[in-house]
């Protein structure tokens, strides 16, 4: 998990970013020492938990959690705080967990187990990539609205979840033309599109912006060949997303798994 911290006080935040780090479930925490430097952060980045002080100058930590919670839905907002009236706002708005001060590294534990458990992850999408490359939410294909949208989709799935940047994009969707800007310009297009369209039918969740790089959450996805991979099953017969020239490389070495 992204993890950011933010209190305006340092030493609670330096506690605070402390205790977030000893969990083995935070790949990287962030902290910031003001709403507003957190929320540019946010803008921009993928976050999976926040931990936030209610009780912060500016905005304060309510309306920062509103504003997470409208910019990425699949954030939990976790409030630190040494005031217990504060609870009931702090659950009007439905966050994710309550911690009350001094923050303990087992506390913070307790939550993310909780999140854990909450929230098996559903399957937003079903993905066919043998044979041609097809996407499906309840039975129903999805319709994108230029065809290098899809292809664009097909290249995040087939990373499996790893990240890649616009530069590795271009170079793959549009391997013969090297006008760097224009792809650049169209990619961004694209990126929209395919926002638009996992928006539309409720799986905005599926795709991951962090930084500069993009990803898929796999573990939200029902693919064929992320099954393949992990049990063999179904079974391959040597076609993978055929109407990609750039798969002919995934295709190979799914033969030889």
């Known amino acids: 998990m992204i993890a950011i911290a933010v209190d305006d006080e ?8 402390k205790a977030v780090r000893e969990s083995e479930d935070i790949e990287q925490v962030y902290e910031f020492g003001s709403c507003s430097e ?3 952060w946010v803008e921009e980045n993928t976050v999976d938990v926040a931990f936030l002080d209610i009780s912060m100058r500016g905005m304060g930590g309510i309306v920062l959690a509103e504003k997470i919670q409208e910019l990425q839905p699949d954030c939990k907002v ?17 966050v994710a967990g309550y911690l009350m001060k001094p923050i303990t590294a087992e506390a913070v534990q307790k939550e993310l187990d909780h999140i854990k ?10 993905v066919k990539c043998f044979g041609n490359f097809d996407v499906f939410r ?31 994009i271009c170079a793959v969707l549009w391997e013969d033309d090297t006008d760097d800007a224009k792809n650049r310009n169209y990619l961004y297009q694209l990126m929209n599109d395919l926002k638009f369209t996992l928006k539309e039918v409720g799986a905005e969740g599926i795709l991951v912006k962090r930084g500069t790089s993009y990803s898929v959450d796999a573990e939200r996805i029902d693919c064929d060949y992320y099954s393949f991979l992990k049990n063999g099953k179904p079974e391959f017969f040597g076609e993978y997303m055929t109407q990609y020239s750039w798969a002919e490389g995934t295709c190979g070495l799914l033969e030889n798994h």
């Open 38 to 40: 957190a929320l540019q």
């Open 10 to 17: 340092r030493p609670m935040l330096a506690a605070l970013q």
């Open 78 to 94: 976790i409030f630190c705080t040494g005031y217990s009236e504060y609870a009931v706002d702090a659950f009007r708005i439905h």
């Open 138 to 168: 309840n039975r129903e294909p999805l319709a994108f609205k230029r065809p290098k949208t899809k292809e664009l989709f097909a290249y995040l799935i087939d990373r499996n979840g790893a990240g890649v940047t616009t530069k590795e």
């Open 117 to 126: 458990g909450q929230k098996a992850k559903e399957r937003l999408l079903t």
